[in-house]
């Protein structure tokens, strides 16, 4: 199990003046989809050039007061993360890899020029959060309680230079399952946009990344696909990844491929984990380039018998269609794959604590 130093600063907790009631809580609980519906409470944390993170406090959820040329409004300084917190069998509360998560948001606030959140404050940040709503946790099949920490610059400017004021904040949302569609594997759409070029902020986890795939994504879902799958940008070729989500894949010889991290693709941190997982069950593990035109070859031969893509959102999901202007190709029976179901139950169960976390990822929060 993980554990957590003495955070660096003090929480003020601010009294609820109306928490929502236990019967319209229930409600919500017994099918919350996914990012429809939002806890009592939120934590905010403030950052001001010379003055550093101060004024933190977990309080009522509500609305940002923002003044109309807040920088964010304007040059998007914006980033943020997503983790859950799980209910383990004995029925206490943890949370999955949390250092991973404020190690990959520091990684995204150098890329846009905005300030560090020390590491000790952001797992105490979401720690508070649980802690206060904790009755929000869903009764469903797979559920959990998902967690948005988010910074973005408040600076009232106008002027294109990095802001001297930042607000951090982390809300929670009780979650089912991602995708709406039920179907045992999804289906794919190959975009002719593209995602992130070299030397651009596909490596970070930034709102700018996703407005931008909203039109490709659209396009997607209005041809009956699930997700989209973005090709790199200077060859339209290989495969990078999908709109949110790390693939990966699996062939007949006992061997694994995913695409490296050039720069070019989100470090998933359920990507990272997997391949923990996938070298423990002896799997020749590699980084390495794969393009559409292999992909459809290996799928037509047989070699490739399984993918998958995987997120923390929709934590491991078989892939059982590809399609795009030039056709389309199903992956082994269309359905989920042994070696998916297997990660995916071996990822699971040890962030439920159903499996001993040789790994220290799990961190208790009782």
């Known amino acids: 199990m993980a554990t957590l130093a003495q955070p660096s600063i003090q929480f003020a ?6 928490p929502t009631a236990a019967d319209v809580r229930e409600a919500v609980l017994a099918n919350p989809g996914f990012g429809t519906y939002f806890t009592d409470h939120m934590i905010t944390i403030d950052w001001a050039e010379g003055q550093g993170w101060h004024n933190a406090s977990l309080g009522p959820r509500g609305p940002i007061a923002l003044d109309p040329a807040a920088s964010v409004l304007h040059y998007a300084q914006e980033i943020f993360e997503g983790l859950k917190a799980y209910r383990l069998k004995d029925g206490s509360m943890a949370l999955f890899r949390p250092e991973a998560n404020a ?5 995204s606030a150098r890329r846009l020029a905005m300030p560090e959140l020390p590491v000790d404050v952001f797992v105490s940040a979401v720690r508070e959060l649980v802690g206060a709503d904790r009755e929000w946790f869903p009764s469903v099949e797979g559920g959990s309680l998902y967690l948005r920490p988010f910074m973005i610059a408040t600076e009232a400017f106008l002027g294109v230079r990095p802001a001297k004021q930042y607000k951090f904040i982390v809300i929670a949302s009780p979650a089912g399952n991602y995708f709406k569609s039920g179907a045992p594997a999804v289906s794919i759409w190959v975009s002719d946009y593209t995602r992130a070029a070299p030397g651009g902020t596909g490596a970070a986890k930034c709102g700018g990344n996703y407005a931008a795939s909203l039109v490709p994504t659209a396009e997607a879902f209005s041809r009956g696909h699930d997700q989209v799958l973005f090709l790199d940008a200077a060859e339209h070729r290989w495969i990078e990844e999908l709109g949110g989500m790390n693939l990966f894949f699996a062939f007949a010889d006992g061997s694994l491929i995913t695409p490296p991290l050039t720069g070019t693709i989100l470090p998933g941190i359920t990507r ?19 393009s559409l035109d ?5 799928a037509a031969s047989g070699r490739l018998i399984e993918a ?17 202007t030039d ?18 139950a071996r990822l699971t169960a040890i962030q439920r604590g159903e499996e001993a976390d040789t790994h220290g990822w799990v961190m208790l929060l009782d």
Do not use: M
């Open 294 to 298: 292999q992909w459809r070859e290996d």
């Open 13 to 18: 907790r601010l009294a609820h003046p109306a």
């Open 103 to 107: 190690a990959r948001f520091n990684a």
């Open 308 to 324: 998958f893509a995987c997120g923390t959102a929709a934590v491991v999901t078989p892939v059982g269609k590809v399609a795009g």
């Open 327 to 344: 056709g389309e190709f199903v992956i082994g029976s269309g359905g989920p794959g042994q070696l998916t179901q297997k990660l995916k």
């Open 272 to 290: 990272d984990s997997l391949l923990s997982l996938a070298r423990e069950e002896g799997l020749t593990v590699r980084e390495e380039r794969y």
